[in-house]
């Protein structure tokens, strides 16, 4: 049994250890560490998740009790996920990977913001907590973007700033509020659902300080987090050789893309944050929220990045569409309101449901962050007046998406406060005079507790837990101080176990088991004052959820839409379809293919056909549908096809049409 001994606030001085351990494998590093006060540490600058590539769009349509539930869930403070993050994308009417999210400016000259459904969310997630950070970065531009001499330039030219700056004035006027950082295409290389890559470039010097410096002209506070994307040499050695680079980014992020563990000493250098802008992107299930976990703490403990943003935020995409189920909530049928909470979301929470932005995150250097002997990490975060602290301990195993996975075991670990930080924390540190003769604070076992009989999914049984633990802790010694204690594992979420029992001495310690994650907190939390834990149930029980057929017979005849925005239940998964009024009848609205052009050099994957999807493992249906096609002449880039095509097994609906699916 291995022996972490952890001192908070305490003094002592830069050993030469440090900076070989952060690069050497955990066996190497000491196991006795202490805190220098004198090192600042880190600003947290907060994690959450992403909202992209058409992972949002059935949210919008459940109906306003159930999605209010998922945003409550999402983003309310001290609640369930408390997300502190969101990346959300810049809509060009193109496909980037899971559907098309609609464009505010199609055409050079006309700006739609209404349509734009990234809007409403911002504004939904503000309302529950103020003080969220929004990224922003757009995977694909509109075909006009960039055409000069009626070819397009690069993706990086004036009229991608121009377009930017557009859409984050858009953001302001649609009560979204303002965007706190920008950031560019992501990922150097994509792959799209057909397994075929293209190589795409990082923005340019010029076009990052033209960008910075069109941002401060218009006077937005918005600042870059670039690349944006997988890991860039020639970006990050820029970084030492160009000084307007360093500047640009200053009071921004580099922000990478699945880092893994990415040495950067030139960030070191230039006092750059570095953000992980898309991490996770595993599927949704145990191993799947395991390696978020891991990332979440592994990232800070490897790397020093501060900012960890999960994919996806939900899974609200079609359900013929494949890919990893990767969301926080899965959301797909809004016609049922049937949804889940993902095990992810209890991985994120660990660290979010108890710090806040702008806390001081420790390094791996100050010895309140590091490696455990058997494997795994733990994490500290200080509130800005150090009056407060929440550790996470982590002992998760499955492999990530691009980093191994890890094999742990169980160990005890023992934390020991300073008398600074017992007095700031109003710990009653007991009668000195008989300290001697206190008894030793018993070592909690967690794997004791998590039996497999006991779950979080009962209120009664909980409480029996507790209180038969509490019992015997005090039979054994006097309860001197206890910090708040969370676990999370294959079978329990966020279970809250009896308080952490301080001794007068300063330390703590309990057992931690392998796969497993943990939360300490000083925060002022109780074990009955916690509102959301009403809701455990029901957030427990939701790994598997019965899925409910589309509801038929169905018809739209959109009257009760306006034009220009998106109909309940379709799904564009190539180009872009909104209501509009019927140009053959003006008082009757129709559903309209409202873009005519592929993006071109500003896709992002590979183009899809104009394509919309709505119904779910319908059979021995029959479909109508009026189709109108205008006389006057439009320059269309390839022969107008029409089709009704099952989502499922890819075969044509017979139709009476003058042409086919294909």
Same mark, same amino acid.
């Given at each position: 049994?291995r %022996?972490?001994?952890?001192?908070?606030?305490?003094?002592a001085?830069?050993?030469?250890w440090?900076?070989?351990c952060?690069?050497?494998?955990?066996k190497?590093?000491? %196991?006795?560490?202490?805190?220098?006060?004198?090192?600042q540490?880190?600003?947290?600058?907060g994690?959450?998740?992403?909202?992209?590539?058409?992972?949002?769009?059935?949210?919008?349509?459940?109906?306003e009790?159930?999605?209010?539930e998922?945003l409550?869930?999402?983003? &309310?403070?001290n609640?369930?996920?408390?997300?502190?993050?969101?990346k /959300?994308?810049?809509g060009?009417d193109?496909?980037?990977?899971?559907?098309?999210?609609?464009?505010?400016?199609r055409?050079?000259? #006309?700006t739609?913001?209404?349509?734009?459904?990234?809007?409403?969310?911002?504004?939904?997630a503000?309302?529950?907590?103020?003080?969220l950070?929004?990224?922003?970065?757009?995977?694909?531009?509109? *075909?006009?973007?960039?055409?000069?001499?009626a070819?397009?330039?690069?993706f990086y030219?004036?009229?991608?700033?121009?377009?930017?700056?557009?859409?984050?004035?858009c &953001?302001n006027e649609?009560?979204?509020?303002?965007?706190?950082?920008?950031?560019?295409?992501p990922?150097r /290389?994509?792959?799209?659902?057909?397994?075929?890559?293209?190589a795409? #470039?990082?923005p340019?010097?010029?076009?990052?300080?033209?960008?910075?410096?069109?941002?401060?002209?218009?006077?937005?506070?918005?600042?870059?987090?670039?690349?944006d994307?997988?890991?860039?040499?020639?970006?990050?050695?820029m970084?030492?050789?160009?000084?307007?680079?360093?500047?640009?980014?200053?009071?921004g &992020?580099?922000?990478?893309?699945?880092?893994?563990?990415?040495?950067?000493?030139s960030?070191?250098?230039?006092?750059?944050a570095?953000?992980?802008?898309?991490?996770?992107?595993m599927?949704?299930?145990?191993?799947?929220?395991?390696?978020?976990?891991?990332t %979440?703490?592994?990232?800070?403990?490897? @790397?020093?990045?501060t900012?960890?943003l999960l994919?996806?935020?939900?899974?609200?995409?079609?359900?013929a569409?494949p890919g990893?189920?990767?969301?926080?909530?899965? *959301? &797909?049928?809004?016609?049922?309101?049937?949804y889940?909470?993902?095990d992810?979301?209890?991985?994120?929470?660990?660290?979010?449901?108890?710090?806040?932005?702008?806390w001081?995150?420790?390094?791996?250097?100050?010895?309140?962050?590091?490696?455990?002997?058997?494997?795994?990490?733990?994490?500290t975060?200080?509130?800005?007046?150090?009056?407060?602290?929440?550790?996470v301990?982590?002992?998760?195993?499955a +492999?990530c998406?691009?980093?191994?996975?890890?094999t742990?075991?169980?160990e005890?670990?023992?934390?020991?406060?300073?008398?600074?930080? @017992?007095?700031?924390?109003?710990?009653?540190?007991?009668?000195?005079?008989n300290?001697?003769d206190q008894?030793?604070?018993p070592?909690?076992?967690?794997?004791?507790?998590?039996?497999?009989?006991?779950?979080?999914?009962?209120?009664s #049984?909980?409480?029996?837990v507790s209180?038969a633990?509490?019992?015997?802790?005090?039979?054994?010694?006097?309860?001197?101080?206890?910090?708040?204690?969370? /676990?999370?594992?294959?079978?329990?979420?966020?279970?809250?176990?009896?308080?952490?029992v301080?001794?007068?001495?300063g330390?703590?310690?309990?057992?931690v088991?392998?796969?497993?994650?943990?939360?300490?907190?000083?925060?002022?939390?109780t074990?009955?004052n916690?509102?959301?834990t009403?809701?455990?149930?029901?957030a427990?029980?939701?790994?598997q959820?019965?899925t409910s057929?589309?509801?038929?017979?169905?018809?739209?005849d959109?009257?009760?839409?306006?034009?220009?925005?998106?109909?309940?239940?379709?799904?564009?998964?190539?180009?872009?379809?909104?209501?509009?009024?019927?140009?053959?009848?003006?008082?009757?609205?129709?559903?309209?293919?409202?873009?005519?052009?592929?993006?071109?050099?500003?896709?992002?994957?590979?183009?899809?056909?104009?394509?919309?999807?709505i119904?779910?493992?319908? *059979?021995?249906?029959a479909?109508?549908v009026d189709?109108y096609?205008?006389?006057?002449?439009?320059a269309f880039?390839?022969?107008? +096809?029409?089709?009704?095509?099952? *989502?499922?097994n890819?075969?044509?609906?017979?139709t009476?049409?003058?042409?086919s699916?294909?």
């Amino acid at each position: 049994m291995r %022996v972490l001994l952890l001192s908070l606030l305490s003094l002592a001085a830069s050993t030469g250890w440090e900076k070989a351990c952060y690069i050497r494998r955990p066996k190497d590093c000491p %196991v006795t560490a202490v805190l220098d006060n004198s090192v600042q540490g880190l600003r947290f600058d907060g994690h959450g998740a992403v909202s992209g590539r058409g992972t949002s769009r059935y949210l919008y349509d459940y109906a306003e009790a159930m999605r209010s539930e998922i945003l409550d869930l999402l983003f &309310a403070p001290n609640y369930a996920a408390s997300i502190q993050v969101l990346k /959300v994308e810049i809509g060009g009417d193109a496909q980037t990977g899971f559907g098309v999210e609609p464009s505010h400016r199609r055409i050079s000259n #006309e700006t739609s913001c209404e349509r734009v459904r990234t809007f409403w969310l911002i504004r939904e997630a503000r309302q529950r907590n103020p003080d969220l950070v929004v990224l922003a970065s757009a995977w694909a531009f509109p *075909a006009w973007v960039g055409v000069e001499n009626a070819s397009q330039t690069s993706f990086y030219n004036d009229d991608a700033i121009d377009y930017i700056l557009s859409w984050i004035r858009c &953001a302001n006027e649609t009560g979204a509020g303002h965007i706190d950082y920008i950031g560019s295409r992501p990922r150097r /290389v994509t792959m799209d659902l057909l397994g075929r890559s293209e190589a795409h #470039e990082s923005p340019p010097l010029t076009w990052t300080v033209a960008l910075q410096n069109a941002l401060v002209a218009a006077e937005l506070p918005t600042r870059l987090v670039l690349p944006d994307a997988e890991y860039d040499p020639e970006m990050a050695e820029m970084l030492q050789s160009e000084p307007q680079l360093a500047a640009a980014l200053s009071g921004g &992020a580099f922000g990478l893309h699945y880092p893994c563990f990415i040495p950067m000493p030139s960030l070191e250098e230039h006092g750059l944050a570095m953000w992980s802008t898309e991490d996770g992107g595993m599927p949704a299930d145990w191993p799947g929220a395991a390696c978020a976990g891991r990332t %979440v703490n592994t990232n800070l403990v490897r @790397m020093n990045v501060t900012s960890t943003l999960l994919r996806s935020l939900v899974w609200a995409v079609h359900p013929a569409i494949p890919g990893h189920q990767n969301g926080l909530i899965s *959301a &797909a049928e809004p016609w049922s309101g049937v949804y889940s909470i993902q095990d992810p979301l209890w991985m994120l929470a660990h660290t979010t449901r108890f710090t806040q932005v702008g806390w001081w995150v420790l390094p791996l250097q100050s010895g309140a962050t590091g490696h455990l002997k058997r494997g795994g990490t733990f994490v500290t975060y200080l509130s800005p007046d150090r009056n407060s602290f929440t550790l996470v301990v982590e002992k998760l195993q499955a +492999r990530c998406q691009s980093c191994a996975g890890a094999t742990t075991g169980s160990e005890e670990v023992v934390f020991t406060l300073s008398d600074g930080l @017992m007095e700031s924390l109003k710990l009653d540190a007991g009668n000195e005079s008989n300290e001697t003769d206190q008894e030793e604070v018993p070592v909690i076992d967690t794997s004791e507790i998590l039996t497999d009989d006991s779950s979080n999914e009962s209120d009664s #049984e909980s409480e029996n837990v507790s209180n038969a633990s509490n019992e015997t802790m005090k039979a054994e010694v006097p309860l001197v101080g206890g910090l708040a204690f969370f /676990v999370t594992n294959k079978s329990h979420k966020l279970f809250q176990l009896p308080p952490l029992v301080v001794d007068p001495t300063g330390s703590f310690s309990f057992v931690v088991q392998p796969d497993t994650i943990y939360t300490i907190t000083s925060m002022n939390l109780t074990w009955t004052n916690l509102t959301w834990t009403e809701r455990m149930d029901a957030a427990n029980q939701s790994s598997q959820v019965s899925t409910s057929s589309f509801p038929v017979p169905y018809h739209d005849d959109f009257d009760m839409y306006v034009p220009e925005e998106t109909p309940g239940y379709f799904a564009d998964y190539g180009g872009s379809f909104e209501v509009s009024e019927d140009p053959s009848y003006s008082p009757n609205l129709v559903l309209k293919q409202v873009l005519l052009e592929k993006a071109g050099a500003n896709r992002w994957t590979s183009a899809s056909d104009p394509i919309t999807l709505i119904g779910h493992r319908l *059979a021995n249906v029959a479909a109508t549908v009026d189709v109108y096609i205008p006389d006057a002449p439009i320059a269309f880039q390839e022969p107008i +096809r029409l089709g009704i095509q099952a *989502a499922w097994n890819g075969h044509c609906l017979s139709t009476r049409a003058l042409v086919s699916c294909r």
